[in-house]
T-cell receptor, first 110, second 113 residues
Framework: LAKTTQPISMDSYEGQEVNITCSHN???????ITWYQQFPSQGPRFIIQ???TKVTNEVASLFIPADRKSSTLSLPRVSLSDTAVYYC???????????FGTGTRLKVLA | EAQVTQNPRYLITVTGKKLTVTCSQN?????MSWYRQDPGLGLRQIYY???????DKGDVPEGYKVSRKEKRNFPLILESPSPNQTSLYFC????????????FGPGTRLTVL
């Protein structure tokens, strides 16, 4: 089970693009990278998942370089409502144990 | 509506008084899991279940029990709660195919006096 490392916190302003990087040096061959968002006193919510290169959905983009030792979650044009904690996880289809860690606390300022 | 429900949402109890937090999902998911969240420690996995009658320990199982007699339910049992089990608890479920997408419940805030 690969451990991930993220910055503890980030600040941004409304309308800016935010990039949160996650390091997963020991990622296994069949591991996916998955990102979650959590608002205070709510359960985490799945944002995006990828294996390699780039994945985009209506909420975010996920960039994974060829060596897969890191990944970047990109949030375009953030708003105040994007203030939350973001978690990066790695794990394969057979993963049953998950390590969420402490995540990255993003604060969006007006 | 597809969802994971937990009950109760808030509970204050005393040391040693057995309690059960229920978790139910209506998505026919095979995988279910319990987490606790504490300030500065993030989310930590307590127990998980791969399917009916199949459970295993997560990172912090001490003081907890679980059972999975039906696919939709995964109760968390604290036989003798202690103050260090005061926490915010989340249940989650996943269909377990080619995705690590978990669906989380609203949380149960437990205080043990």
């Amino acid at each position: 089970l690969a451990k991930t490392t993220q910055p503890i916190s980030m600040d941004s302003y409304e309308g800016q693009e935010v990039n949160i990087t996650c390091s997963h040096n020991n990622i296994a061959t069949n591991d996916y990278i998955t990102w979650y968002q959590q608002f205070p006193s709510q359960g985490p919510r799945f944002i995006i998942q990828g294996y390699k290169t780039k994945v985009t959905n209506e909420v975010a983009s996920l960039f994974i370089p060829a060596d897969r030792k890191s990944s970047t979650l990109s949030l375009p044009r953030v708003s105040l409502s994007d203030t939350a904690v973001y978690y990066c996880l790695s794990g394969g289809p057979g993963t049953y144990k998950y390590i969420f860690g402490t995540g990255t606390r993003l604060k969006v300022l007006a | 509506e597809a969802q994971v429900t937990q009950n109760p949402r808030y509970l204050i109890t005393v040391t040693g008084k057995k309690l059960t937090v229920t978790c139910s999902q209506n998505m026919n998911h095979e995988y279910m899991s319990w987490y606790r969240q504490d300030p500065g420690l993030g989310l930590r996995q307590i127990y998980y279940s791969m399917n009916v009658e199949v459970t295993d320990k997560g990172d912090v199982p001490e003081g907890y029990k679980v059972s999975r007699k039906e696919k939709r339910n995964f109760p968390l049992i604290l036989e003798s709660p202690s103050p260090n089990q005061t926490s915010l608890y989340f249940c989650a479920s996943s269909r377990r195919t080619d995705s690590n997408e978990q669906f989380f419940g609203p949380g149960t805030r437990l205080t043990v006096l």
